[in-house]
Each structure stands twice: as structure tokens, then as C-alpha cells.
């Protein structure tokens, strides 16, 4: 039996506007100062060549994997001044970590991110994740144009009201076929 919408007084509301539909940045001061920790994650798919030269080192610009993790970082502390509505955090911890996947076809990213205060750091971990992703494409693009940036996401959080969350058990971000690939010794075409 299909229920319809619930009525309005029941539905949740965007926290991040206000009644009449305008941006405010939503007020803290009353939730108590607790542990918060999330975890989120990133894909960068790329071509095996371009995958093996960020392994080896071969890349001109440098150190890939340690140059995205060290980003990533800087990205969480910067979290607040690029989301508009996003509140400053004192930061406890940051750890981004990028992992070369040959079997998927990219660099797995997993940014981990702390503070102890009255408000999460979901949008922390996932500008990390994010922006290691970024500095992956800008220190390949020279070789490889067609990288993919997939299944930017929030892993898990912990702390606050609301308690924890864990993301379902998903199958792993797994990159797209492109054409051109081989597949079981025959070249796709797409």
C-alpha cells in the first residue's frame, strides 16, 4: 500500500536554508563537543602505461602518489574556505592514503579525517579525497588526457547525534570498459 508523501510537518528539511529558502550556515553552539572521524574515498582510473609511469616514478612533475596524499591533506584544512557553508574545524587528524589498483585500473584514494567538536568532518574527508584526486589528473594529464575521476564518497562517519554510519558493503568502483580495451584477448569496440 503506497502511502503518498508524508505531510509537511514530517518531512526533514535541508539544514543549510532557512524557511524562506535562503543559504545559512547551520548553528552549532548547542550540540556538545564530542570525537567525529569520517572516511571517504576516491577512484582515479587510468591507462595501464600511465598507471605503470606513477609507480615507477616516471612522470616529470614528480612523486604522484606522495604529492596527492600531501594535497589531500592540505585540502581538508582548507575544506571550509572552498564549501561555502561548511564550518571551520580544528582538524585532530588527517590521513590520505593512494593506492595503485593494476586489476581495476587506477589509484584508490582514502582520505581519513578527525576533530573533537560540535560538528562532523564528512566534508573534510571528501575535499581530500577529492582533491588528491585532482592533483593525480593535473600531474598526468601530459600523458594521459582521458583520466577519470569516479565514486567520490563518504565511506563512514562516526560521532556527533547522530551516532555512526557505514556505507552498505558495495561491490569496489570498478573502472568503465573503454574502447580499444581487450577483453578475454579481443579489442572492444566499444
Known amino acids: 500500500m503506497d502511502r503518498?508523501?508524508?505531510p509537511r510537518a514530517e518531512r526533514r528539511r535541508l539544514t543549510h536554508v532557512d524557511r524562506s529558502g535562503r543559504p545559512r550556515m547551520v548553528d552549532v553552539s548547542e550540540k556538545p563537543v564530542t570525537a567525529r572521524r569520517a572516511t571517504?574515498?576516491?577512484f582515479v582510473a587510468l591507462s595501464p602505461e600511465t598507471l605503470s609511469l606513477?609507480?615507477?616514478?616516471g612522470t616529470?612533475?614528480?612523486d604522484v602518489l606522495g604529492v596527492a596524499e600531501l594535497a589531500g591533506v592540505m585540502g581538508a584544512k582548507r575544506a571550509s574556505e572552498l564549501i561555502p557553508l561548511c564550518h571551520p574545524l580544528a582538524l585532530t587528524d588527517v590521513v590520505v592514503v593512494v593506492t595503485p589498483d593494476r586489476a581495476a585500473g587506477g589509484l584508490r584514494i582514502r582520505a581519513e579525517a578527525a576533530t573533537t567538536g560540535q560538528t562532523g568532518v564528512e566534508?573534510?574527508?571528501l575535499t581530500a579525497a577529492s582533491v588528491a584526486a585532482l592533483t593525480i589528473?593535473?600531474?598526468?594529464?601530459?600523458v594521459e588526457r582521458g583520466v577519470e575521476i569516479r565514486g567520490i564518497r563518504?565511506?563512514?562517519?562516526s560521532g556527533g547525534r547522530s551516532g555512526d554510519w557505514r556505507r552498505e558493503a558495495e561491490p569496489e568502483i570498478r573502472p568503465a570498459r573503454r574502447p580499444g580495451d581487450r577483453s578475454a584477448g579481443r579489442i572492444?569496440?566499444?
Open 137 to 142: 589528473y593535473d600531474m598526468v594529464k601530459g
Open 123 to 125: 566534508m573534510e574527508a
Open 4 to 6: 503518498g508523501p508524508a
Open 154 to 157: 563518504l565511506v563512514a562517519k
Open 54 to 57: 606513477v609507480i615507477d616514478g
Open 60 to 62: 616529470t612533475k614528480g
Open 188 to 190: 572492444r569496440k566499444g
Open 40 to 42: 571517504a574515498e576516491a
